[in-house]
């Protein structure tokens, strides 16, 4: 298992950017950013939004112990365009549609820690292969914790000179 993210600053921040590709339509990728039953199978926590008005709350929790924290929505431009805060860092997922159909999904994360970006891009490398599964109609649940396969990710991130040093959960 290789990383598939890249460390980058935008505007002074520290960012990670994933690039997916999918033999599916914008609509169909854009409702799994989108749809909490959708997200459900691949982000890490519960997404609970008031609306996906701009300005609208976001809830976030998780299965183990709750409150997630919260967020509001950024952007809202279907099925091109999705962005939303999450305790104080920033989520934005551009949707576009390629020549031959097939949808090519940037996502990029803002954060506030750049020591936790080795630790955050092994969990969105293995949160964006469970959107590809459930793209595919193969949906798992959310991926989560210290496993093998984020070790590995996490060590590859780390030798590919991504800053790292940040406590790691679990």
Not at 105 to 113: G, I, N
């Given at each position: 298992m290789s990383p598939t993210g890249s460390?980058?600053?935008?505007?002074?921040?520290?960012?990670?950017?994933?690039?997916?590709?999918?033999?599916?339509?914008?609509?169909?990728v854009f409702a799994l950013l989108t749809d909490p039953s959708e997200l459900a199978?691949?982000?890490?926590?519960?997404?609970?939004?008031?609306?996906?008005?701009?300005?609208?709350?976001?809830?976030f929790t998780f299965e183990a112990d709750?409150?997630?924290?919260t967020g509001e929505v950024l952007a809202h431009d279907p099925p091109h365009r999705v962005a939303f805060?999450?305790?104080?860092?920033?989520?934005?997922f551009d949707v576009e549609t390629l020549r031959d159909g097939r949808t090519r999904?940037?996502?990029?994360?803002?954060?506030?820690?750049r020591d936790g970006a080795a630790r955050n891009a092994a969990g969105w490398d293995l949160c964006?292969?469970?959107?590809?599964?459930?793209?595919a109609g193969a949906p798992t649940s959310a991926p989560g914790g210290r496993t093998p396969?984020?070790?590995?990710?996490?060590?590859?991130?780390v030798a590919a000179g991504v800053p790292s040093g940040a406590p790691i959960p679990g």
């Open positions: 460390y980058l600053e935008i505007d002074g921040r520290p960012a990670l950017r994933f690039v997916r590709e999918y033999d599916h339509a914008a609509d169909r199978h691949w982000f890490p926590a519960r997404v609970a939004p008031a609306s996906w008005d701009v300005g609208a709350a976001l809830a709750g409150d997630g924290g805060s999450w305790d104080g860092e920033e989520l934005r999904l940037t996502f990029t994360h803002l954060m506030q820690e964006l292969d469970a959107l590809d599964a459930a793209a396969a984020w070790e590995a990710l996490y060590q590859g991130y």
